[in-house]
């Protein structure tokens, strides 16, 4: 009896300090990248080791958020994320409405944030797991409270994936566009934000008729978001 207490007793303490060393390594690591551009991130490496088909190239550069053009900001969050300046990283809305929208659907509808997204991609692995959205709820939470809203959406815009090995708005423009991320116009911007729901599948050049048709969509939600919506992601710092 005394040897199963004993056991039970250092099963806690290694759980307690497994969970505290894990508590700190996120924390800390949210805490660095506040102020340090990612050279690596786990979508990327998942990507390397397994990808959904042969990659011949891969092309990424960071840049600033100044230095990504503001039609290609407000793309994504009008395709993506359109409460993004208001959430706390969660749009319950959202989350609500995709599940009435599953239980009478078979096809799935996601209801995931730029903020999640940009934790998953930094972090996370391709698995569905309730231990994923978990651990991506956790770090979602520390973003949002150590990062202000302008961080958060430009490490979403150079680790984001546009297509096979193309990561990051800076890389997508060059290589679909032949000019710099600053130099996207609103056609160019909402074309890129049209695949990001499966940059594999998706295509951009030339684009194909769901991307185009996406695309027009994107525009409309832009108009009415207006640049209102970036200046209040840009305040919020």
């Known amino acids: 009896m005394r040897a199963s207490a004993s056991l039970g007793r250092r099963v806690l303490r290694w759980a307690g300090k497994i969970a505290l060393t894990g508590l700190l390594c996120s924390v800390g690591s949210i805490a660095l990248l506040r102020f340090i551009d990612p ?57 609500s409405a995709a599940f009435k929208h599953n239980q009478r659907s078979e ?66 423009a060059r290589t679909y566009f032949g000019k710099p991320a600053s130099r996207l116009t609103r056609y160019e911007s909402s074309l890129l934000a049209a695949v990001l729901p499966n940059p594999w599948r998706y295509r951009i050049k030339p684009p194909s008729p769901y991307v185009q048709k996406r695309s027009v969509w994107i525009r409309r939600q832009m108009g009415q978001l207006g640049q209102i919506t970036l200046n209040r992601v840009h305040q919020a710092d």
């Open 39 to 95: 050279p690596m991130w786990s979508w990327r490496i998942e990507r390397a080791m397994f990808p959904p088909a042969k990659i011949t190239q891969v092309r990424h550069e960071w840049v600033d958020l100044a230095s990504i053009s503001k039609e290609l900001q407000l793309a994504v969050i009008a395709a993506e994320d359109q409460r993004f300046a208001d959430h706390n990283g969660f749009d319950m809305n959202a989350i």
């Open 107 to 172: 096809r799935v509808r996601g209801a995931s944030t730029l903020s999640q997204q940009t934790a998953k991609n930094l972090f996370m692995w391709s698995d569905r797991s309730f231990l994923r959205k978990g651990l991506e709820a956790w770090f979602t939470l520390l973003m949002e409270l150590g990062w202000d809203k302008s961080r958060i959406l430009e490490v979403y815009l150079n680790i984001v994936e546009f297509g096979p090995g193309i990561y990051g708005a800076e890389a997508a």
